[in-house]
Each structure stands twice: as structure tokens, then as C-alpha cells.
């Protein structure tokens, strides 16, 4: 069974950083997109950043020079670090991948279960 194994949200100053981590657990054939959503109370789920199925990067405009997506691809993992937190940057925050169990399988999209950042003075 495939599973979004999230780490290292938290509490945080503003100003400071957090890094989170997301890796793919089980076994599957083709890993498309991956990336980070957040939502915060009240508010519809949005990007904050993606590698897409063309390879390129996709940032939330809210983030662009404050986070950094990257990854490794043994296991399938990636990596959002975020640097000068907002308290506007406290949410949920959501790993997401779209991918295959196997090459005759559907393409399907997994939601991680959700990492908690809060940043507060």
C-alpha cells in the first residue's frame, strides 16, 4: 500500500525556518508530480510548491523566494525548505503526489495526512 509519510512541521518565530520532508512508502512504478499544498482554517487548499509530469518547478506567488522545493529520488522524497516565516505561513501543510503502483494501473493522486506549521511570536 502506498503512503505519503510527512516530517518536521512545528512551531516556529517569525522570521525563522522549518524544512519539511515528504517520502513515498510501498512500492510504485511512476512517480509524475510531487509537491506541497497547505490550508489554513477558513481557506481552501492552495499550492505552495510542486515539481510538475514536465519536470519544471511551480511556486504559490505567496512563497516565491522565501520556499525552496527539491528532492531525492532513492526513496521517492521531497524536500520544502521554508525560510523567513510569515505568521500568514501557518497551516496545514499537505505532501501531494500523483503517481503509479504499476505501469498498467491508473494514474492516482495521494494526500499525505498533514503536517501542522505555525509560526508565532
Known amino acids: 500500500q502506498v503512503q505519503l509519510v510527512e516530517s518536521g512541521g512545528g512551531l516556529v518565530q517569525p522570521g525563522g525556518s522549518l524544512r519539511l520532508s515528504c517520502a513515498v512508502s510501498?512500492?510504485?512504478?511512476?512517480?509524475?508530480?510531487m509537491g506541497w499544498y497547505r490550508q489554513a482554517p477558513g481557506k481552501q487548499r492552495e499550492l505552495v510548491a510542486a515539481?510538475?509530469?514536465?519536470?519544471?518547478?511551480n511556486y504559490g506567488d505567496s512563497v516565491k523566494g522565501r520556499f525552496t522545493i527539491s528532492r531525492d529520488n532513492e526513496p521517492q522524497t521531497v524536500y520544502l525548505q521554508m525560510n523567513s516565516l510569515k505568521p500568514e505561513d501557518t497551516a496545514v501543510y499537505y505532501c501531494?503526489?500523483?503517481?503509479?503502483?504499476?505501469?498498467?494501473?491508473?494514474?492516482?493522486?495521494?494526500w499525505g495526512q498533514g503536517t501542522q506549521v505555525t509560526v508565532s511570536s
Open positions: 510501498g512500492s510504485i512504478s511512476n512517480l509524475v508530480a
Open positions: 501531494n503526489a500523483e503517481l503509479k503502483i504499476a505501469v498498467w494501473t491508473p494514474l492516482k493522486n495521494y
Open positions: 515539481f510538475t509530469s514536465g519536470g519544471t518547478t
